[in-house]
């Protein structure tokens, strides 16, 4: 499966953004789908993922600012962020990982096997 994210882009702080990752191929049934990102000089770490059976998990630290979800007729797969601050800014990727129905935690990905190019989320 192909993943292409879109939506990023420069933002104050305490505003908002919505990222999109287009996936080319149904991912309503047998994929887990996860935003992740990575700044400058940081190690990855996981944002949000939610399972073929709706389930959600986020980090701590965008739990009540940032939305998972994922539109199964259109094979979108969404990331709603408000109230951003600074230490958002990241290169945010999404990805999918095969047979894979409930997220019970983040992770940092490496059990993914499909990841998109990236869209940079600037916060300043």
């Known amino acids: 499966v192909q993943l292409v994210e879109s939506g990023g882009g420069l933002v104050q702080p305490g505003g908002s953004l919505t990222l999109s990752c287009a996936a080319s191929e149904d991912i309503s049934k047998v994929y887990c789908m996860g935003w992740f990102r990575q700044d400058f000089g940081k190690q990855r770490e996981g944002v949000a993922a939610i399972g073929a059976d709706g389930s959600t998990v986020y980090a701590d630290s965008v739990k009540g600012r940032f939305t998972i979800a994922k539109d199964n007729e259109k094979n979108i797969l969404y990331l709603q962020m408000h109230t951003l601050k600074a230490e958002d800014t990241a290169m945010y990727f999404c990805?999918?990982?095969?047979?894979?129905?409930?997220?019970?935690?983040?992770?940092?990905?490496?059990?993914?096997?499909?990841w998109g190019q990236g869209t940079q989320v600037t916060v300043s």
């Open positions: 990805a999918a990982r095969r047979v894979c129905f409930r997220v019970t935690d983040v992770t940092a990905g490496y059990e993914y096997n499909y």
